[in-house]
């Protein structure tokens, strides 16, 4: 008998027919449609022509793609090309030491043929690529100095970056990477010249490991580039010269000079205070970034802002290209609308704001004072309280009646007796230990009232006494002692402070206010401000501003042209200094970027760097085109804004690793997301120490940034919600002070201060809730703090380029 085997449909979801309604409305017709069109009479709707039409939209839109990527290349190249183009910038850096640069420059001009003579060790090399039909202008930097390094990849076109097929790059090459990755790199080309050293077998790992490298650094980069190979060098010089330059964030709205020749001419004014003699800087070179207009001012990097005089033309001449016309053309002259070099408002004394009172206003707001605390003891002498026997008037005084707001049963009540009874009997011991010289002076014993006599809201009292200070000063220290072994790993409350014995409270924290919400508290932004504030400027709508000054359009000469600019009132220092410092450029400001604010930058930690960075350490910031020496503040960050209703910021003692933070520096204004490096000065002045890199946020002067600190104290005794404190004060007038600011605990209960006792600093605190003994109770008070004046950064001396020293030993 033959088997038959079972078999299955091959779905088990059954269908139904749809139902149909003659009365369907237009919503469920449209749902069902689902965004079906009718198909139109006459127009096929096979599949072949649909792909045909898809085929035709994709080859349009690649075609498209392909017309806006040649405009983009013609106008990034417009500046290049003609006769007259200008050369583009190429800045050599060599990352490992026994590399130089000239030598790297020789070998790219090599490999289109191109002649190498004449090619200074350091310096500016200018040379035409015929084959190419462009000129380049090799930037060949001082061995090992970073600022240089710096300068240079600021106004190039291209940077070099040479690596070693032997040797490692060092601390101070990783360095140079990190900070020219922060400030904004142009297009990046990666070479090796000694490639040939290593084995043949080895060569394809070593490029693979030089190029996994410099990814780390520049993502962008696809290749490294042996320059021992005459193919590789071609290539190299093919890509400097037909590509097209990368185009850095924060350079799309500045207008910069590569100064070609720099001279002075003394004039017969003196600077400061008669010590300088200054006179007028004519810096030639092309004009790059953008238009130039002769109402704005020029930046020179490490001396400050000049004014123009005036701008000359200054073609090339057929005979000497490196010669300057000084016959030139008039080009522009600033107009009486220019910009000044006034930077700070002037100081008003007598227009400040007098806000700490005289003693006459003082007088009747402290007999006000004196009038409430004797009404107060009056209050307090009428007022019943239980008192234990053998209690006399004095120590009565400092008896307080405790409320017990929360109604419990019957078996809470006999607690409350027990507890009654162990009072007494802790005051009759306390009473036994006072000496008897210490009761002479005191009254006679008062019969205590009968519960009758008492107010009914209060059914428990207690009686403070005051120990001896002896006892206080060993207990005092005790729990100082334990407090400090647990904040060394108590990182959640890290701004606790201990409050001063030898100065009242009241004195040490009286600039110090406390905030109910941190975040929704007012708090006025022009309330006790510095002197400071009198000189700087605020913008009413900084990003108004912004796009005003970004849209003006002037009459300026366009970028490409060779011009001479003529700057008055420049010291001679200056012309010394782009004998030594090189690159020499300079840089045109925009509207107010020479008026002084508080600048805010967003700032991250190097994690590279492990020592301490305090608030209001002296830092080296490089900002943009600006360098200069300033002493931050630092606030926390918030993404996204999160600053609440009130802008208020709470400080940080330590720029720390791992978070963003916000770095605020009275400094010139700037605009646009300039990048930022934070450098600490080291015993090499050519490497210092990378601490933070970031990009400028805003010049936001109503930005508060509150100090906090936190006021601590113990709980001496506690019955369940009210507790008696100690250690957070040490005087009855500081604890009146301080009552209208609310506490807080560890452990996440709210309370207030309600009275005073005794004269240690002691009081009696109701919370929210029920506290432990071992609970801590705090107080948080804030104070806003301001950032102090950056000053001018002075680069060390270099030596003259002509004497610089190449850095290479010559023996084997």
């Given at each position: 008998?033959?088997?038959?085997?079972?078999?299955?449909?091959?779905?088990?979801?059954?269908?139904?027919?749809?139902?149909?309604?003659?009365?369907?409305?237009?919503?469920?017709?449209?749902?069902?449609?689902?965004?079906?069109?009718?198909?139109?009479?006459?127009?096929?709707?096979?599949?072949?022509?649909?792909?045909?039409?898809?085929?035709?939209?994709?080859?349009?839109?690649?075609?498209?793609?392909?017309?806006?990527?040649?405009?983009?290349?013609?106008?990034?190249?417009?500046?290049?090309?003609?006769?007259?183009?200008?050369?583009?910038?190429?800045?050599?850096?060599?990352?490992?030491?026994?590399?130089?640069?000239?030598?790297?420059?020789?070998?790219?001009?090599?490999?289109?043929?191109?002649?190498?003579?004449?090619?200074?060790?350091?310096?500016?090399w200018e040379t035409k690529a015929d084959r190419f039909k462009t000129s380049l202008q090799f930037l060949l930097l001082p061995y090992r100095q970073l600022y240089a390094a710096l300068d240079a990849c600021r106004v190039a076109d291209y940077v070099i970056f040479v690596l070693s097929a032997e040797t490692e790059v060092d601390s101070w090459g990783e360095l140079c990477l990190r900070c020219l990755q922060a400030q904004g790199l142009p297009e990046v080309v990666t070479v090796v010249p000694d490639l040939e050293e290593v084995p043949a077998k080895q060569r394809p790992d070593t490029v693979k490991s030089l190029l996994s490298f410099i990814q780390y650094f520049v993502p962008t980069q696809s290749r490294v580039f042996a320059l021992s190979q005459p193919s590789e060098a071609t290539n190299a010089a093919r890509a400097?010269?037909?590509?097209?330059?990368?185009?850095?964030?924060?350079?799309?709205?500045?207008?910069?000079?590569?100064?070609?020749?720099?001279?002075?001419?003394?004039?017969?004014?003196?600077?400061?205070?008669?010590?300088?003699?200054?006179?007028?800087?004519?810096?030639?070179?092309?004009?790059?970034?953008?238009?130039?207009?002769?109402?704005?001012?020029?930046?020179?990097?490490?001396?400050?802002?000049?004014?123009?005089?005036?701008?000359?033309?200054?073609?090339?001449?057929?005979?000497?290209?490196?010669?300057?016309?000084?016959?030139?053309?008039?080009?522009?002259?600033?107009?009486?609308?220019?910009?000044?070099?006034?930077?700070?408002?002037?100081?008003?004394?007598?227009?400040?704001?007098?806000?700490?009172?005289?003693?006459?206003?003082?007088?009747?707001?402290?007999?006000?004072?004196?009038?409430?605390?004797?009404?107060?003891?009056?209050?307090?002498?009428?007022?019943?309280?239980?008192?234990?026997?053998?209690?006399?008037?004095?120590?009565?005084?400092?008896?307080?009646?405790?409320?017990?707001?929360?109604?419990?049963?019957?078996?809470?009540?006999?607690?409350?007796?027990?507890?009654?009874?162990?009072?007494?009997?802790?005051?009759?011991?306390?009473?036994?230990?006072?000496?008897?010289?210490?009761?002479?002076?005191?009254?006679?014993?008062?019969?205590?009232?009968?519960?009758?006599?008492?107010?009914?809201?209060?059914?428990?009292?207690?009686?403070?006494?005051?120990?001896?200070?002896?006892?206080?000063?060993?207990?005092?220290?005790?729990?100082?002692?334990?407090?400090?072994?647990?904040?060394?790993?108590?990182?959640?409350?890290?701004?606790?402070?201990?409050?001063?014995?030898?100065?009242?409270?009241?004195?040490?924290?009286?600039?110090?206010?406390?905030?109910?919400?941190?975040?929704?508290?007012?708090?006025?932004?022009?309330?006790?401000?510095?002197?400071?504030?009198?000189?700087?400027?605020?913008?009413?709508?900084?990003?108004?501003?912004?796009?005003?000054?970004?849209?003006?359009?002037?009459?300026?000469?366009?970028?490409?042209?060779?011009?001479?600019?003529?700057?008055?009132?420049?010291?001679?220092?200056?012309?010394?200094?782009?004998?030594?410092?090189?690159?020499?450029?300079?840089?045109?400001?925009?509207?107010?970027?020479?008026?002084?604010?508080?600048?805010?930058?967003?700032?991250?930690?190097?994690?590279?760097?492990?020592?301490?960075?305090?608030?209001?350490?002296?830092?080296?910031?490089?900002?943009?085109?600006?360098?200069?020496?300033?002493?931050?503040?630092?606030?926390?960050?918030?993404?996204?804004?999160?600053?609440?209703?009130?802008?208020?910021?709470?400080?940080?003692?330590?720029?720390?690793?791992?978070?963003?933070?916000?770095?605020?520096?009275?400094?010139?204004?700037?605009?646009?997301?300039?990048?930022?490096?934070?450098?600490?000065?080291?015993?090499?002045?050519?490497?210092?120490?990378?601490?933070?890199?970031?990009?400028?946020?805003?010049?936001?002067?109503?930005?508060?940034?509150?100090?906090?600190?936190?006021?601590?104290?113990?709980?001496?005794?506690?019955?369940?919600?009210?507790?008696?404190?100690?250690?957070?004060?040490?005087?009855?007038?500081?604890?009146?002070?301080?009552?209208?600011?609310?506490?807080?605990?560890?452990?996440?209960?709210?309370?207030?201060?309600?009275?005073?006792?005794?004269?240690?600093?002691?009081?009696?605190?109701?919370?929210?809730?029920?506290?432990?003994?071992?609970?801590?109770?705090?107080?948080?008070?804030?104070?806003?703090?301001?950032?102090?004046?950056?000053?001018?950064?002075?680069?060390?001396?270099?030596?003259?380029?002509?004497?610089?020293?190449?850095?290479?030993?010559?023996?084997?």
């Amino acid at each position: 008998m033959v088997e038959t085997q079972h078999h299955h449909r091959a779905t088990l979801k059954q269908q139904n027919k749809p139902f149909k309604s003659k009365h369907s409305t237009k919503g469920a017709i449209k749902t069902a449609a689902k965004g079906r069109t009718v198909r139109q009479h006459g127009k096929s709707t096979n599949a072949s022509s649909a792909a045909a039409q898809l085929k035709q939209n994709r080859k349009n839109a690649a075609r498209q793609i392909q017309k806006n990527k040649r405009s983009e290349l013609i106008s990034a190249t417009r500046l290049f090309s003609g006769r007259d183009g200008a050369a583009r910038v190429v800045a050599v850096v060599p990352l490992c030491e026994r590399l130089r640069a000239d030598e790297v420059a020789k070998s790219v001009v090599g490999g289109w043929g191109g002649e190498t003579e004449g090619c200074p060790k350091v310096g500016l090399w200018e040379t035409k690529a015929d084959r190419f039909k462009t000129s380049l202008q090799f930037l060949l930097l001082p061995y090992r100095q970073l600022y240089a390094a710096l300068d240079a990849c600021r106004v190039a076109d291209y940077v070099i970056f040479v690596l070693s097929a032997e040797t490692e790059v060092d601390s101070w090459g990783e360095l140079c990477l990190r900070c020219l990755q922060a400030q904004g790199l142009p297009e990046v080309v990666t070479v090796v010249p000694d490639l040939e050293e290593v084995p043949a077998k080895q060569r394809p790992d070593t490029v693979k490991s030089l190029l996994s490298f410099i990814q780390y650094f520049v993502p962008t980069q696809s290749r490294v580039f042996a320059l021992s190979q005459p193919s590789e060098a071609t290539n190299a010089a093919r890509a400097l010269c037909e590509g097209k330059p990368k185009d850095v964030a924060w350079r799309r709205d500045r207008t910069w000079v590569l100064a070609e020749d720099v001279r002075w001419d003394a004039g017969e004014g003196m600077s400061g205070e008669g010590e300088v003699v200054v006179g007028t800087l004519k810096v030639t070179g092309v004009i790059r970034g953008g238009s130039l207009s002769a109402n704005r001012l020029i930046h020179i990097p490490n001396f400050g802002d000049y004014q123009i005089e005036k701008i000359t033309s200054a073609p090339r001449s057929s005979g000497n290209t490196d010669g300057m016309e000084t016959s030139g053309e008039l080009l522009a002259e600033p107009s009486s609308d220019a910009d000044s070099l006034v930077s700070r408002n002037e100081l008003d004394d007598m227009m400040n704001e007098q806000t700490w009172p005289t003693e006459e206003e003082m007088r009747p707001g402290e007999e006000m004072q004196a009038e409430a605390e004797e009404d107060e003891e009056v209050v307090m002498a009428k007022k019943l309280k239980r008192l234990p026997k053998g209690t006399s008037s004095y120590q009565a005084a400092w008896i307080m009646d405790e409320e017990d707001e929360e109604e419990g049963d019957e078996s809470d009540e006999e607690d409350e007796r027990e507890d009654d009874e162990d009072h007494g009997a802790e005051n009759e011991e306390l009473m036994a230990s006072i000496p008897e010289r210490e009761l002479d002076g005191l009254d006679a014993p008062e019969e205590a009232p009968s519960v009758s006599g008492m107010d009914a809201s209060s059914r428990r009292s207690e009686v403070h006494f005051d120990l001896p200070m002896e006892e206080e000063e060993t207990q005092l220290m005790s729990y100082l002692d334990s407090r400090n072994r647990e904040n060394k790993d108590d990182l959640e409350f890290p701004d606790e402070v201990d409050t001063p014995r030898d100065i009242p409270a009241r004195t040490r924290f009286q600039r110090y206010r406390g905030l109910r919400s941190f975040r929704t508290s007012p708090w006025d932004p022009f309330e006790n401000l510095p002197v400071d504030y009198a000189r700087i400027f605020q913008f009413e709508d900084y990003a108004r501003t912004r796009r005003r000054v970004l849209r003006e359009d002037e009459d300026s000469i366009p970028e490409g042209k060779r011009v001479t600019l003529h700057l008055k009132n420049v010291p001679q220092a200056v012309l010394d200094a782009s004998k030594t410092n090189f690159p020499f450029a300079v840089f045109a400001l925009l509207k107010h970027e020479h008026k002084y604010s508080v600048l805010n930058f967003v700032v991250q930690r190097n994690t590279e760097y492990d020592d301490i960075v305090k608030s209001k350490d002296e830092l080296v910031v490089c900002a943009g085109p600006r360098r200069y020496t300033a002493k931050p503040v630092y606030s926390e960050y918030l993404r996204g804004g999160g600053k609440g209703s009130n802008n208020v910021h709470k400080s940080e003692r330590f720029l720390r690793h791992g978070s963003a933070s916000v770095a605020s520096v009275y400094a010139p204004i700037m605009f646009g997301k300039q990048p930022c490096l934070f450098l600490r000065e080291s015993e090499d002045p050519q490497e210092p120490f990378l601490v933070a890199t970031g990009t400028f946020m805003n010049p936001d002067t109503k930005r508060v940034v509150a100090k906090k600190i936190i006021l601590t104290g113990v709980p001496y005794k506690v019955h369940k919600r009210t507790a008696t404190i100690r250690y957070m004060f040490f005087n009855p007038e500081d604890i009146r002070y301080f009552a209208p600011i609310q506490l807080h605990t560890k452990h996440g209960r709210t309370g207030h201060i309600s009275e005073s006792l005794g004269t240690h600093g002691y009081f009696k605190a109701h919370f929210d809730g029920p506290i432990t003994q071992m609970d801590t109770i705090c107080m948080s008070l804030y104070k806003r703090i301001f950032p102090r004046w950056s000053e001018m950064w002075r680069e060390p001396s270099r030596p003259p380029l002509e004497a610089e020293d190449d850095g290479m030993d010559t023996d084997d």
